[in-house]
């Protein structure tokens, strides 16, 4: 008999077989086929395996359907709808494997199973080596300690910027995690603000019950959150010598204010204006040119916030910076931003990264400057 004609009457008798031993030796002889032959089958014969597997494994028993998940979990490219059906099995020792490992899985797909089901598909899910921002979002709000850390420390699985957000707030109350979150290269500075804010709220909370001082409270909560939560590093100082907007900052001649910086930076004197705003921050030179540099606006906009700039003026620097014109993403990323993080809380952390980086403004020269404290 013609192999192919043979194959199709022993899966017709597989299909008839109720009792389900001959279709499970069936399901294994063409998985096994379609593993040996799918690299050179086109997505039609793919498209042909993954009817007949599917329609053999849907009735099979459980340790058959784990051994089918296993057998299909590493192939790059598999048979989709087979695979689905697996990921969504109401077992996990089914779907595990899938969930875990398998690229053939939709991201539409993934979403559902982190929205659905239990704790045990998340940490699945958690263990892939890559995941979109709407699946990880999922996990830090559903997910388990086990399961934010393990997304913290897969800097592969994309966060959003809530994802960060919320990664930070979390950060605050666990050591481990921040030192995690810290080392992600998608950390930006407004989330640094979002840890400093939920750390001093902590702890104050949970020293309320000491004696009314509220000034000394105060400040050590300043110094202790900023001290705890912050490194230079986060900044993100270092000189990027392939930016387009790099300028050559000169250090300014005369005494400056904000007054003056924002007039330099209305009639387009950039380099001026940076020099001034390091007098004001007490940062190098170097830093300021690297921040106003960088591929992100997040160091520039901690450095104006800590001076006092108001929203205007920065925006006009923001503009320089990018060529003339904001995109509308660019625009309100930095206002919700630069409203977000106050003054107060830039200043701190200025002060805590001038004495970490020991920088002394005004060339060491020891005069006061007015505007970080």
């Given at each position: 008999?013609?192999p192919i004609?043979?194959?199709?009457?022993?899966?017709?008798?597989?299909?008839?077989?109720?009792?389900?031993?001959?279709?499970?030796?069936l399901?294994?002889?063409?998985?096994?086929?379609?593993?040996?032959?799918?690299?050179d089958?086109?997505e039609?014969?793919?498209?042909?395996?993954?009817?007949?597997?599917?329609?053999l494994?849907?009735?099979?028993?459980?340790a058959?359907?784990m051994?089918?998940?296993?057998r299909?979990?590493?192939?790059?490219?598999?048979?989709?709808?087979?695979?689905?059906?697996?990921?969504?099995?109401?077992?996990?020792?089914?779907?595990?494997?899938?969930?875990?490992?398998?690229?053939?899985?939709?991201?539409?797909?993934?979403?559902?199973?982190?929205?659905?089901?239990?704790?045990?598909?998340?940490?699945?899910?958690?263990k892939?080596?890559?995941?979109?921002?709407?699946?990880?979002?999922?996990?830090?709000?559903?997910?388990s300690?086990?399961?934010?850390?393990?997304?913290?420390?897969?800097?592969?699985?994309?966060?959003s910027?809530?994802?960060?957000?919320?990664?930070?707030?979390?950060?605050?109350?666990?050591q481990?995690?921040?030192?995690?979150?810290?080392g992600?290269?998608?950390?930006?500075?407004?989330?640094?603000?979002?840890?400093?804010?939920?750390?001093?709220?902590?702890?104050?909370?949970?020293?309320?019950?000491?004696?009314?001082?509220?000034d000394?409270?105060?400040?050590?909560?300043?110094?202790?959150?900023?001290?705890?939560?912050?490194?230079?590093?986060?900044?993100?100082?270092?000189?990027?010598e392939?930016?387009?907007?790099?300028?050559?900052?000169?250090w300014?001649?005369?005494?400056?204010?904000?007054?003056?910086?924002?007039?330099?930076?209305?009639?387009?004197?950039?380099?001026?204006a940076?020099?001034?705003?390091?007098?004001?921050?007490?940062?190098?030179?170097?830093?300021?040119?690297?921040?106003?540099?960088?591929?992100?606006?997040?160091?520039?906009?901690?450095?104006?916030?800590?001076?006092g700039?108001?929203?205007?003026?920065?925006?006009?620097?923001?503009?320089?910076?990018?060529?003339?014109?904001?995109s509308?993403?660019?625009?309100?990323?930095?206002?919700?931003?630069?409203?977000?993080?106050?003054?107060?809380?830039?200043?701190?952390?200025?002060?805590?990264?001038?004495?970490?980086?020991?920088?002394?403004?005004?060339?060491?020269?020891?005069?006061?400057?007015?505007?970080?404290?």
């Amino acid at each position: 008999m013609n192999p192919i004609l043979s194959l199709v009457a022993d899966i017709e008798n597989a299909l008839s077989d109720d009792a389900g031993d001959r279709r499970h030796a069936l399901l294994r002889r063409i998985t096994g086929l379609f593993i040996d032959q799918v690299p050179d089958l086109n997505e039609e014969h793919i498209s042909v395996f993954d009817e007949v597997i599917l329609c053999l494994a849907i009735e099979i028993e459980l340790a058959a359907r784990m051994e089918l998940s296993e057998r299909l979990a590493d192939l790059p490219r598999g048979p989709r709808r087979t695979i689905q059906n697996l990921a969504h099995d109401d077992e996990i020792d089914v779907a595990r494997p899938v969930i875990e490992r398998s690229p053939c899985i939709s991201n539409e797909d993934l979403t559902r199973i982190a929205q659905e089901r239990s704790i045990e598909f998340l940490t699945s899910l958690s263990k892939r080596v890559s995941l979109s921002t709407a699946v990880t979002d999922i996990l830090l709000e559903r997910g388990s300690a086990d399961i934010v850390e393990r997304v913290a420390k897969n800097s592969r699985q994309a966060l959003s910027d809530v994802g960060l957000r919320l990664l930070a707030q979390k950060a605050t109350e666990d050591q481990r995690l921040y030192r995690l979150v810290r080392g992600r290269p998608d950390l930006a500075l407004r989330h640094v603000g979002a840890i400093l804010e939920a750390a001093k709220q902590r702890v104050k909370s949970e020293m309320a019950d000491l004696p009314d001082q509220p000034d000394i409270l105060e400040r050590a909560l300043e110094v202790g959150a900023a001290s705890l939560f912050v490194d230079p590093e986060v900044l993100d100082l270092k000189a990027n010598e392939n930016a387009a907007q790099k300028a050559t900052i000169v250090w300014p001649v005369w005494p400056t204010d904000l007054r003056r910086i924002a007039n330099q930076i209305e009639r387009g004197d950039i380099a001026e204006a940076l020099a001034g705003m390091a007098y004001l921050a007490e940062i190098s030179r170097e830093s300021v040119e690297a921040a106003f540099a960088a591929a992100q606006f997040d160091s520039i906009l901690f450095m104006a916030r800590a001076i006092g700039m108001d929203w205007p003026i920065f925006m006009v620097l923001l503009k320089a910076r990018e060529g003339g014109e904001l995109s509308s993403d660019i625009y309100q990323r930095a206002h919700s931003s630069f409203h977000a993080l106050s003054k107060s809380t830039a200043e701190r952390v200025m002060r805590f990264i001038a004495s970490r980086l020991g920088n002394v403004a005004n060339g060491g020269a020891g005069q006061t400057r007015s505007n970080v404290r």
